[in-house]
């Protein structure tokens, strides 16, 4: 596991009038933000309105940087990879960028009716909420922090990732860290859901599936022909026996499952997927390697294909909860009314791993309250939007005045 | 017959898309622009196209000086939800209350000039599904940019929303397909080079809305583009594609009913215009049959056909917009 650990001395990284400063400022921020909130829906209905398939945000990598230059950012490109970037220069040469980032694809295929209903203090629509909030409070920022008259002596880069969620297994945020020529001062993943979120840790986890399928050549006649859906049963079974460790933190989630033709017919495939998580990047593997050993015993028993393979897999890192951008995110969120909740992604992606592997002090931060996740009709409240920008700008404030700075 | 005028007086809404440009070109002409959304329970709708209106047109660039709602007694929350994202909102009944009350679209654009200040008047439907400020701004490029078009129309691809959830790509424009065209080419062909006659955004100076009348109900787009293309020819009229406008996909016996409305409108034009003579005045009544427990039954509708006049022809509005000069009051605004 990677961690990141402050010094001997917070102090230095610091100063508490400095927070206390960034602090009193934020209920006026609130306030200012709101009075453009027009805009700041507007970036989030028409980002959110063009379709973006993992492996197809083309059209919406192009209205991101389109957008970003009407909004005259000083800098708008892309990486190698395609992330779309806007850089709003700082006023130091020497200090290091500060990097905003949310991924810009969603679950949603194109032929989804894409359009956002907007109701009193609602925006409804699929992906609203995962990611299009947040992607629309990244097109914001530049308008936001004109307003509000904020300086800051890093550059400040707004990235959208793309590839992030399911097969994407995070490339995007994988190739941009690992081209990114300087070092990175500090990040803040931005998510739609959940206002009040403060992740500073991230579980390994591993994303697999078993694909089970049984030739109709095969030795077996008709009659006697296994059946993929009960070898997949069976498979199931034995990995509800594994015992898992309480410390480090492990469990099986089994998320997916699909197979067979039709009612009357012995199924001649099936697929399970699931994800290993835990606080251990050992503890993942060892997890695999018995899961593994389960696969290969019952191939070998029933006399079948049954094939295990890795879909994506994310290491295990974290901050620790005195690590001063923890404890300051942590004053921010308070400040504004909100209790500040710590959790593993529930969306097991997560670009905060991928900045903590890097040795990259970040944390990830939901900007509003929301319902029906994942679903076409999701919901994202208005009004805790601008709380939620608050906050972002406050931890963007609070890296710049050197919260993860070393000596 | 100008048949270039397809080629000449139609463009693409990317022309316009520099916003700032037409901010300039607005200000230095000292024009002032109105937009105005008739509404009837659009509450699904209405915020979003304001929000992005108010974000895009008015706040970042001051393309629009106001956004009015005319609405039409809705009975959800169309007006209180306008309202809270900062749009003048009105009900139609409450202006110019003395006047006899109709209840229709027309009306509400008809009496919109009454309450809007803008030279320009941009119409839009209040329930665009996919909108987008392009809808606006590029309605307002050709009228600003070019002298000589006073009045400017959309046309799209229109995807229909055939499910919850699901488009169908392409689609829509049966009554323009098999009315509309069919009664242009019989009596106005120079108008079938508009793509779109039916479509419910356009724009235009004020000196040419208060000067044409206003049917209260669907026959509005049809007599607006016969009595403008009258009074000022063809080379006044131009249109510009919006690419893609999601809309409501209407029933048959829905679009018997508005071509019925429209068909009597465009009798009643031709007719002014001495170009048929009817010996019977057309009826008021649109007949469609239900087929009820194995019998048919008559579904019968009424339309009277009410027109508002020239609202120039109103007191009222002329006192407001064209008050009384060395003491002759102003009735004709300058030719164009």
């Known amino acids: 596991m990677t961690k990141i650990i402050p010094n001997n001395r917070p102090e230095n990284y610091f100063k508490k009038n400095i927070l206390s400063k960034i602090l009193d400022q934020l209920p006026s921020f609130v306030d200012l933000i709101r009075s453009i909130r027009e805009t700041i829906i507007t970036n989030i209905v028409l980002i959110g309105q063009i379709p973006s398939p993992t492996f197809k945000e083309k059209r919406r990598i192009n209205f991101y940087m389109e957008r970003l230059a009407e909004f005259q950012v000083d800098e708008c490109t892309t990486d190698g990879y395609q992330n779309p970037i806007g850089i709003i220069r700082g006023t130091s040469e020497t200090k290091p960028p500060i990097f905003v980032v949310a991924h810009l694809d969603t679950i949603f295929e194109k032929d989804i009716d894409h359009n956002f209903t907007i109701k009193e203090n609602l925006i409804i629509g699929p992906g609203v909420t995962d990611n299009s909030v947040s992607v629309g409070v990244l097109l914001s920022l530049p308008e936001i922090i004109r307003r509000l008259n904020i300086r800051f002596q890093s550059n400040i880069v707004l990235a959208g990732v793309i590839q992030s969620i399911g097969r994407g297994n995070l490339r995007g945020i994988r190739h941009l860290l690992k081209m990114w020529p300087t070092k990175i001062r500090g990040a803040i993943c931005v998510e739609g859901t959940k206002l009040g979120k403060l992740n500073y840790y991230s579980d390994g986890m591993t994303r697999c599936e078993i694909e089970c399928f049984i030739k109709a050549t095969d030795i077996w006649d008709n009659k006697f022909r296994p059946n993929a859906i009960l070898i997949i049963n069976d498979v199931i079974n034995q990995i509800l026996k594994l015992r898992l460790p309480q410390s480090p933190r492990t469990k099986i989630t089994i998320g997916k499952i699909s197979g067979g033709l039709k009612h009357g017919t012995t199924a001649y495939n099936a697929k399970l997927g699931f994800e290993i998580h835990s606080d251990s990047d050992k503890m993942v593997k060892s997890v695999f390697n018995e899961i593994k050993d389960i696969v290969d015993g019952i191939s070998h028993e029933f006399r079948v294909e049954l094939k295990l393979k890795t879909i994506s897999n994310v290491n295990a890192s974290r901050l620790n909860f005195n690590h001063p951008l923890v404890k300051s995110a942590s004053a921010i969120i308070k400040k504004l009314d909100l209790k500040p909740e710590s959790e593993p992604s529930e969306t097991s992606e997560s670009d905060l791993s991928i900045f903590l592997s890097h040795k990259i002090p970040a944390v990830t931060l939901g900007i509003t309250r929301g319902e029906n996740l994942n679903q076409k009709n999701e919901k994202a409240e208005i009004d805790p939007i601008f709380k939620g920008i608050a906050q972002v700008i406050g931890v963007m404030m609070a890296i710049d005045n050197g919260v993860c700075d070393e000596d | ?336």
């Open chain 2, 1 to 336: 017959m100008k048949i270039n005028w397809l080629e000449k007086n139609t463009f693409h809404y990317s022309k316009f898309k520099n916003i700032k440009e037409l901010v300039d070109v607005k200000e230095e002409k000292r024009l002032t622009i109105s937009l105005c959304l008739p509404t009837l329970n659009e509450e699904k709708t209405i915020a979003k196209e304001i929000i992005i209106m108010k974000s895009e047109l008015m706040t970042r660039y001051p393309l629009l000086d106001e956004i009015i709602v005319v609405d039409s007694d809705s009975t959800d929350k169309t007006r209180e939800i306008a309202r809270e994202y900062g749009a003048d909102v009105y009900k139609a009944s409450d202006i110019l209350p003395d006047l006899e009350k109709f209840k229709g679209k027309g009306e509400n654009l008809w009496k919109a000039l009454y309450i809007t200040k803008g030279d320009i008047i941009v119409y839009l439907d209040a329930d665009i599904k996919n909108i987008h400020h392009r809808f606006a701004y590029a309605l307002i490029g050709p009228l600003i940019i070019h002298d000589n078009i006073k009045y400017c129309k959309a046309f799209y691809d229109r995807p229909i929303a055939i499910s919850k959830n699901k488009i169908r790509p392409t689609g829509g424009g049966r009554v323009t397909e098999l009315m509309i065209r069919p009664l242009f080419s019989l009596y106005f062909p120079e108008l079938t080079q508009i793509i779109q006659p039916l479509s419910g955004e356009y724009a235009g100076f004020r000196e040419i809305f208060e000067k044409i009348s206003f049917p209260i109900g669907y026959g509005v787009e049809t007599s607006m583009i016969l009595d403008i293309y009258e009074k000022w020819g063809i080379d006044a009229i131009a249109q510009v594609d919006l690419e893609k406008r999601v809309h409501r996909n209407q029933d048959t016996k829905a679009l018997g009913k508005m071509s019925f409305t429209i068909l009597k409108t465009f009798c009643n034009r031709i007719e002014k215009l001495g170009i048929i003579d009817s010996r019977e005045k057309p009826g008021d009544y649109m007949i469609q049959y239900n087929l009820v427990k194995n019998r048919y039954q008559p579904d019968i509708y009424k339309v009277e056909g009410f027109e508002r006049p020239p609202i120039i022809e109103i007191p009222e509005y002329r006192k407001k917009f064209h008050p009384l000069k060395n003491g002759n009051e102003i009735t004709e605004s300058v030719d164009l």
